[in-house]
């Protein structure tokens, strides 16, 4: 597990470049944490590095957002978050977001956990203050020390990996 | 005469109203005819029927709308909720001239729902069909007011935040949008951590009502020129609530912070359509989508409007909520399609409306 402290919307911003360079398609990311955490901020910030230009709204509504990246990478927005506690997940069509092509970007995955297979990357993102967040990230091994390499070189508050 | 089977199924009601084009014209996009009488009675008295049949119940089980869920619904529920229009109108079948539908933005499979059945009446009527973009149709439904284009019309629901420059008929430009998240968002989502029950926009606005707006000073730092941004709002309540947790606890100081928070979406989007109204020097002001129910809202957009002397139609409750009378309204100003062309058009989740249109600063 890797870990460390975000101290700022810049140090977010810095973080989402490094870990959007990590990432090849086909993917599953999650990002799991309380409202206001800034699971979307950090979803907009890994799109815009990948090429999305434009406005990346809240898909909370839609529940799903697709988008076209650099050299024709699809990239897919989805937030479960309408779907509530108790929801029976199996009723959203996942097999136009996890399409064996993609990089999928998955809010609230808790109420889908029944039907998501295990995520590639996943995020959780805590209250510190008003402004920094705790940062925890499961990845395979490989990628967490790379990852935690470069967040440090990047001045990046707290950085750890654990085994 | 021209009567328009309308159909609404864009996301959790089933909706379906009989519109009166006034004749095949109507597509001077000037905001209707003319003829029909008075500026206030000329739009509503096109609307012959308007029959919204939520699934509120449905989705409530699930604390929220499944996509399927609706899909089914809509299926069970859009034979009934046609029927009920054409009998609230008095018309048969016989006397429809077109039929008109949503295509989108929306849930996928519930456009799909119907689309497909506005197809197969048209089909077995031998009607035209017209397709009806979402957004088109709210800002359509002030035309029931007898408003003239050119217009500002913000549009503000659950998935949509949208400052319009209505040019002509259906024809617009996009002014400014949110950024992150939609009006409705900030409005369920404040409700929820303020612990409201779903669907949270309307108890919030209820809550609100017994507080006083100016108890908390949440921040009202905004993007620049006329997008909006409700993210941060959504967090700076987290914070006063995980900060103040026994003296929010008090209902009276519940509803002062609810007013307070409710303010703070209200002055952000009244601020920024009045100053669309004046940037573009345009005298009329208009609002549709489900936010346009509150209250507070409201009576604000009022004043506001009031005070710098321009005119300001707000539609009823009815009408600014989803419903299938504003696609009527929407397609009088837009061209029918004949067989067999109708029958190649499709849904769409997104917003091709706003993505080709460049956003103005």
Known sequence: MLTATLTSPEATGAFARLLAARLAAPALVTLRGELGTGKTTLVRDLLRTLGVEGVVASPSFTLAQSYDGHGGLRLHHVDLYRLGPGADAALFAWEDYLDGASLTFVEWPEAGAAELPPADIDVVLRHRTPLSRDLELRAAPAIEKTLADAMIAAGIDDVAATA | ?361
């Open chain 2, 1 to 361: 005469m021209s009567l328009l089977l309308c159909i609404e199924t864009s996301c959790d009601d089933t909706s379906a109203a009989v519109v009166d084009t006034g004749g095949a014209g109507g597509l001077d996009g000037a905001g209707g005819p003319e003829s029909a009488g008075g500026p206030h009675g000329a739009g509503a008295a096109l609307i012959r029927s308007s029959i919204v049949s939520s699934q509120h119940e449905s989705h409530a089980a699930f604390g929220g709308v499944v996509p399927e869920v609706a899909s089914r619904r809509h299926t069970e529920l859009l034979v009934g909720t046609v029927a009920a229009a054409l009998a609230d109108a008095g018309v048969a079948w016989d006397d429809l001239e077109g039929v008109a539908v949503t295509t989108g933005p929306g849930l996928i499979g519930a456009l799909l729902v119907g689309l497909a059945a506005a197809k197969a009446i048209a089909y077995a009527r031998r009607l035209p069909l017209t397709a009806v973009d979402h957004l088109q149709a709210h800002l359509a439904a002030s035309y029931a007011l007898g408003v003239t284009a050119p217009f500002v019309c913000l549009t503000a629901s659950g998935g949509h935040t949208l400052l319009a420059v209505v040019e002509r008929g259906v024809e617009f430009r996009v002014a400014g949008r949110t950024l992150d998240d939609a009006a409705g968002e900030a409005f369920d989502k404040g409700a929820r951590l303020l612990g409201l029950p779903y669907p949270g926009g309307r108890e919030l606005d209820l809550l609100a009502a017994r507080g006083e707006p100016s108890f908390v000073a949440f921040p009202r730092s905004l993007p620049q020129g006329l997008d909006f941004s409700f993210s941060g709002l959504k967090t700076a309540l987290l914070y006063y609530l995980r900060e103040h947790q026994t003296e929010a606890a008090t209902e009276a100081l519940r509803a002062s912070v609810a007013a307070s928070y409710q303010e703070a979406i209200v002055d952000q989007l009244v601020g920024k359509t009045v100053r669309c109204a004046e940037q573009e020097g345009l005298r009329r002001v208009a609002v549709g989508g489900g936010v346009a129910a509150n209250s507070r809202l409201r009576r604000r957009l009022t004043a506001a409007c009031r005070e710098r002397g321009l005119e300001v139609f707000i539609p009823p409750v009815a009408l600014c909520t989803d419903n299938a009378a504003m696609v009527g309204l929407a397609a009088r100003h837009l061209e029918p399609i004949a067989w067999p062309q109708y029958l190649g058009l499709d849904a769409y989740a997104a917003e091709p409306a706003l993505r080709a249109l460049r956003v103005r600063r």
